[in-house]
């Protein structure tokens, strides 16, 4: 199996709200891999579903007719790596890679601490509030939506309001919360119809599911829902205007497949970070090389099993991040080829999950970039 690297050059969601918001390719043009109804608009909302992978929504057009016949749908883009919510949005929203805005996966070495991203709490018992000890917008500085005329308004869950992670990937913005997924298209078309010319909207629901029952009948009827939400989104859409839906990254089902390190790597292993398809092993002092060796051999065959400045020096995060954020990675990384998963037993929550993300196969990089018109066109 080959890996598909983000393409970070092109089309690539760390480059759609630049390419929205008019910056375009170095010569100023709108790039072609931008749907060309998104280039027109005078309004533009973008819809990031979250989980929703280009090759899950392909393999089931008669669930989502609304996405599935938009303009680009047969031409995904990639996420970024590692293929995971905290580093994807990051990269959305704020029109940067990862090597630069540093949220470089789910669960970070900060201070010999882990860093739960989403939840911005580090891995202490019970788990602590990191808000204070590492301030979201000191670890993430770049201001999110770059480039446009004025504060970009979101339309989220608004149980997301005031945690570590929106203030680190979202900044600023003024969040208009949901409480139900109903209300999502009806915020939209409010702040459409005050004249607000750019709208962030996000949508979690088919992650979750993805995540607490796989790949099966309960994701089959959510994604049914995302089309129902998308269409009824399309209806709140003046002349002009047009919706454009991307994801953060996409699924593949792992269920009970999981990885237990055993006692010869972990006798190397200081502590693990990342996430069960992305896993940095940190080894103890100068145990590193024989610590690649050791995983290559034992894993190889299921896994790509790189070292940090592998990594780094073949440019899966966009470029060399800088010696601080170089510090939040492990010594080896894990990215499982197969479906499975490997495990930190210190991050309790993350055996239940029945589908996963964070790896580089298309299941996991590919996405789409679609867009739909005010006037219905697709």
């Known amino acids: 199996m080959v890996p598909v690297l983000p393409d970070f050059e092109g089309a690539c969601i760390a480059n759609v709200v630049?390419?929205?918001?008019?910056?375009?390719?170095?010569?100023?043009?709108?790039?072609?891999?931008?749907?060309?109804?998104?280039?027109?608009?005078?309004?533009?909302?973008?819809?990031?579903?979250?989980?929703?992978?280009?090759?899950?929504?392909?393999?089931?057009?008669?669930?989502?007719?609304?996405?599935?016949?938009?303009?680009?749908?047969?031409?995904?883009?990639?996420?970024?790596?590692?293929?995971?919510?905290?580093?994807?949005?990051?990269?959305?929203?704020?029109?940067?890679?990862?090597?630069?805005?540093?949220?470089?996966?789910?669960?970070?070495?900060?201070?010999?601490?882990?860093?739960?991203?989403?939840?911005?709490?580090?891995?202490?018992?019970?788990?602590?509030?990191?808000?204070?000890?590492?301030?979201?917008?000191?670890?993430?500085?770049?201001?999110?939506?770059?480039?446009?005329?004025?504060?970009?308004?979101?339309?989220?869950?608004?149980?997301?309001?005031?945690?570590?992670?929106?203030?680190?990937?979202?900044?600023?913005?003024?969040?208009?919360?949901?409480?139900?997924?109903?209300?999502?298209?009806?915020?939209?078309?409010?702040?459409?119809?005050?004249?607000?010319?750019?709208?962030?909207?996000y949508y979690d629901g088919i992650d979750k599911v993805a995540h607490g029952t796989g790949l099966g009948d309960h994701y089959d009827v959510e994604l049914r829902a995302v089309d129902r939400l998308v269409a009824d989104l399309a209806t709140e859409l003046p002349p002009g205007a047009v919706l454009v839906v991307t994801a953060d990254h996409g699924q593949i089902e792992v269920g009970p497949r999981l990885e237990l390190l055993g006692r010869e790597v972990m006798s190397s292993v200081r502590f693990l970070s990342g996430e069960g398809r992305f896993r940095w092993l940190h080894a103890r002092d100068g145990a590193a090389a024989d610590l690649l060796d050791t995983v290559g051999e034992r894993y190889g065959g299921t896994s790509w099993v790189l070292g940090r400045d592998q990594l780094i020096e073949e440019g899966l995060f966009g470029g060399r991040p800088s010696r601080d954020l170089v510090g939040r990675l492990g010594d080896v990384a894990l990215l499982p080829r197969d479906p499975i998963a490997f495990i930190d037993p210190a991050d309790t929550g993350e055996s239940r999950l029945q589908s996963r993300h964070g790896s580089l196969t298309s299941d996991e990089m590919l996405v789409p970039l679609v867009a739909i018109t005010g006037d219905g066109s697709i």
């Open 18 to 201: 630049p390419a929205l918001l008019g910056r375009g390719d170095a010569d100023g043009t709108r790039p072609g891999w931008l749907p060309s109804a998104a280039g027109a608009a005078r309004q533009v909302v973008l819809l990031v579903v979250d989980g929703l992978g280009w090759e899950q929504l392909r393999a089931r057009p008669q669930l989502a007719p609304t996405l599935t016949a938009s303009e680009g749908i047969d031409a995904p883009i990639t996420s970024v790596a590692p293929s995971t919510t905290a580093c994807a949005l990051t990269s959305i929203t704020t029109g940067r890679l990862p090597y630069e805005h540093g949220i470089l996966g789910y669960r970070l070495a900060v201070d010999e601490e882990i860093l739960n991203v989403l939840r911005w709490t580090t891995a202490s018992c019970p788990p602590r509030d990191a808000r204070r000890t590492t301030p979201a917008r000191r670890f993430q500085p770049f201001p999110s939506f770059p480039g446009a005329p004025g504060p970009v308004p979101v339309v989220s869950r608004d149980e997301f309001g005031g945690t570590g992670f929106t203030a680190a990937h979202l900044g600023n913005s003024p969040l208009h919360g949901y409480k139900v997924p109903s209300s999502l298209p009806l915020e939209v078309g409010r702040l459409l119809r005050a004249g607000e010319p750019f709208v962030y909207a």
